[in-house]
């Protein structure tokens, strides 16, 4: 690799390992085993590469989220089994890829000041939501967009507060099974709320 190519990923290790604000331009210089006026030359500030790094931890993030959608999986399972696999599977990159995940919350704080990150971030919440909808509902996102806005928008907030339990408290962090025993939970409560106000029995 080049200098250039050199910096970016120096400055995405630095991202993951330190963070977006405590990075220094001397931290990725150092990593990239370059000069501090090498940043500058191919970037034009440390702030610019940066973002560069930032932009391309999106993209990873979205490959690794795609990496566990894209597991193979009976494709005559039913919602319940495929919600526990693909849980699983996410609580396994958590684990797995933990510096990587941790760093995306630290991202997330740039995204009302840097408007590439704001849209690189919108775009791939928008992307996610039709997956999740197409890979767990089994619904078309272009035949049914308001559908597959609706349940991959529920499925984008579990993604971030699940992710915030396996980073903050692991060790009591739901699994896939659990999750999943949750939502027959849930959705036997408001079947049931649902039949006392209809009349209608199960």
């Not at 408290?169 to 949750?182: F, I, Y």
């Amino acid at each position: 690799m080049g200098n250039r190519e050199d910096l970016l990923a120096a400055a995405k290790r630095c991202l993951y390992e330190k963070g977006y604000d405590r990075t220094t331009a001397r931290d990725v210089a150092t990593a990239a085993g370059t000069s501090l006026a090498a940043i500058g030359y191919h970037y034009g500030s440390t702030e610019s590469l940066m973002n560069a790094a930032v932009m391309e931890a999106i993209r990873e993030w979205g490959r690794e989220v795609g990496r566990a959608m894209e597991a193979s999986l009976d494709p005559e399972a039913g919602l319940m089994e495929r919600f526990e696999w693909y849980w699983s599977r996410m609580a396994d990159s958590f684990q797995t890829q933990r510096k990587l995940w941790a760093a995306s919350v630290g991202v997330l704080t740039q995204a009302d000041r840097v408007p590439e990150v704001r849209e690189a971030l919108a775009h791939g919440l928008h992307e996610g939501r039709k997956a999740w909808a197409s890979l767990l509902q089994g619904l078309d996102p272009e035949a049914e967009p308001r559908k597959a806005w609706a349940v991959g928008s529920v499925y984008q907030a579990l993604l971030s507060g699940i992710l915030m339990q396996w980073l903050v408290d692991p060790e009591r962090a739901p699994t896939g099974p659990e999750l999943a025993d949750a939502l027959r939970l849930i959705a036997a409560a408001v079947y049931s709320g649902l039949s006392g106000q209809t009349g209608v029995r199960g």
